[in-house]
């Protein structure tokens, strides 16, 4: 069984900064893929951004149209966490931010953590 755990969410004014980090711990050794989904009041999740980690994902990253140059996706690899580093936010980014974990087991399984609230106050 995987675990994610997020922490790093909270209060921020427009522009500012946050860092999200996600801790997995468990041994699924056939995750290959790892990222960041969000949610707001009323909307439906959605990616942020993603990594591959293992086959033919690996070393792939990618960004939504909506946080291309403010967001940066990376994972330590020797601690097994997941990080999202936040720039120039906007009211806009306000949500619910959640890690997410998907593996090659059992035809494929999707981890989610249990997620951080950013907020952004203008």
């Known amino acids: 069984q995987v675990q994610l755990v997020e922490s790093g969410g909270g209060l921020v004014q427009v522009g500012g900064s946050l860092n999200l980090s996600c801790e997995v711990s468990g041994n699924d050794f056939q995750i290959a893929t790892m990222g960041w989904y969000r949610q707001a009041p009323g909307e439906q999740r959605e990616l942020v951004a993603w990594?591959?980690?293992?086959?033919?994902?690996?070393?792939?990253?990618n960004y939504a149209d909506f946080v291309k140059g403010r967001f940066t996706i990376s994972r330590d690899n020797g601690k097994n966490t997941l990080f999202l580093s936040m720039n120039s936010l906007e009211s806009e980014d306000t949500a619910i931010y959640y890690c997410?974990?998907?593996?090659?087991?059992?035809?494929?399984?999707?981890?989610w953590g249990q997620g951080t609230q950013v907020t952004v106050s203008s």
């Open positions: 990594l591959g980690t293992i086959g033919t994902a690996a070393g792939l990253i």
């Open positions: 997410h974990a998907w593996s090659y087991r059992d035809s494929g399984v999707n981890y």
